[in-house]
């Protein structure tokens, strides 16, 4: 039931916080260690020479961003993968290959293909599932699960945050992220909130940026690249604004020749190594005509900027800067008059290959 909500949507993006402290509840004891993972699964990855994460959609870009956990905190080399392109094509594999499915149905026909395979070739797998006791979490050898509640926008919103932080939880519990987890993921969980209460300043930008414009591209570099991919989705997926995410730097290598007056580019600016950078790129758009966004976290802040994100642990920031994107693309389909919840031609849960 929406309850007070207009849209599941915004009820959906809203329950991030609590997502967040459930989440951390349940795998972390009063005392920070682990609990409810159990340890073969900690025992098969440790043993397994390389991951292959499979998903589809949100899902695979949730994917992006935990590769960076699992091979800056494991050390084990990491791969992402897209689940329909994997079923045709499997790739060259380790010698002892792991498997992730990352899914919010669990049901998705695609990453239930390849689990196929795989347990047709004697790969162990694991799946993290919103929805347990689905297809692919009853099929692959373990299940964790994400613990959101029910998604019932068709745009994913509070599954993409959750997977980030069941991989970032996973990865500390297989290797060492040297980080006290479960304290900066309660301050991530604050700093969702202090976001989502200031919501209204994305109705300004969405309005400012987005209305009658037919085209978007969001920028970022890193792991903000990864949340670019995600933020450009939501928006395309339900306003039908044609939005292009993608890595800053490669704007010379192409796509800046789009550029027109006010073409909106928005960029996401939280990773320290390569803000000078994506600084640049930032001007090159703007000199050709753009309106730049930007939605920079609070150490890397200039004058200027759109939006300040809150600082938490950089290798956190995307569970904070993809809040924004989320209600940008909320404000601005409302602005249309179009249905949030049910974007046209999609369906919540794909179970046709
Ligand atoms: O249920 P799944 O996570 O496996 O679904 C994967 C995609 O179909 C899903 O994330 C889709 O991209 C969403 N509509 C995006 O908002």
């Known amino acids: 039931d929406k309850g007070v909500y207009p849209y599941y949507m915004l009820k959906e993006i809203d329950e991030q916080v609590i997502v967040a402290h459930t989440l951390s509840q349940h795998y972390f004891d009063d005392e920070a260690n682990i609990q409810n993972i159990d340890a073969s699964i900690i025992e098969a990855i440790q043993s397994s020479d390389r991951l292959y994460i499979v998903a589809a959609g949100t899902s695979y870009h949730a994917g992006l961003v935990g590769k960076r956990y699992f091979e800056q905190w494991t050390g084990i080399p990491t791969e992402v993968h897209i689940s329909s392109e994997f079923a045709y ?14 899914s919010q149905s669990g049901e998705t026909a695609d990453s239930r293909e390849v689990l196929d395979n795989v347990v047709k070739q004697g790969y162990p797998s694991l799946t993290i599932a919103n929805v347990m006791n689905s297809t692919l979490t009853r099929e692959a050898d373990f299940a964790l699960p994400l613990l959101a509640g029910p998604e019932i926008a068709v745009a994913s919103t509070k599954a993409y945050t959750a997977q980030i932080i069941v991989e970032a939880i ?79 730097g490669e704007l010379k290598h192409g796509t800046i020749s789009l550029i027109e007056e006010n073409t909106p580019v928005l960029a996401l600016l939280t990773q320290s190594k390569t803000a000078g950078l994506v600084r ?9 005509g753009a309106n730049t966004i930007v939605i920079a976290s609070k150490s890397l802040v200039k004058t200027g900027d759109a939006y300040i994100i809150p600082d938490v642990n950089e290798l956190l920031m995307p569970l904070l800067a993809v809040i924004p994107a989320q209600l940008i693309a909320y404000y601005a389909t409302l602005d249309r008059h179009l249905d949030v919840d049910r974007p046209r031609n999609l369906a919540k849960s794909v179970t046709v290959q």
């Open 89 to 102: 094509d499997q790739p060259l594999l380790s010698q002892k290959p792991f498997f992730i499915f990352l």
């Open 170 to 248: 996973l990865a500390h519990a297989v290797g060492q992220s040297g980080l006290d987890l479960k304290n900066e993921l309660a301050k991530v969980a604050v700093e969702m909130q202090v976001i989502i209460d200031q919501k209204e300043s994305f109705k300004d930008i969405a309005e400012q940026a987005l209305q009658n414009r037919r085209s978007a591209f969001y920028i970022g570099r890193g792991l903000d690249a990864a949340v670019a991919v995600e933020a450009a989705l939501k928006l395309k997926e339900i306003s039908y604004v044609q939005t292009e995410g993608f890595a800053a």
């Open 280 to 288: 640049g790129e930032i001007a090159q758009v703007a000199a050709r």
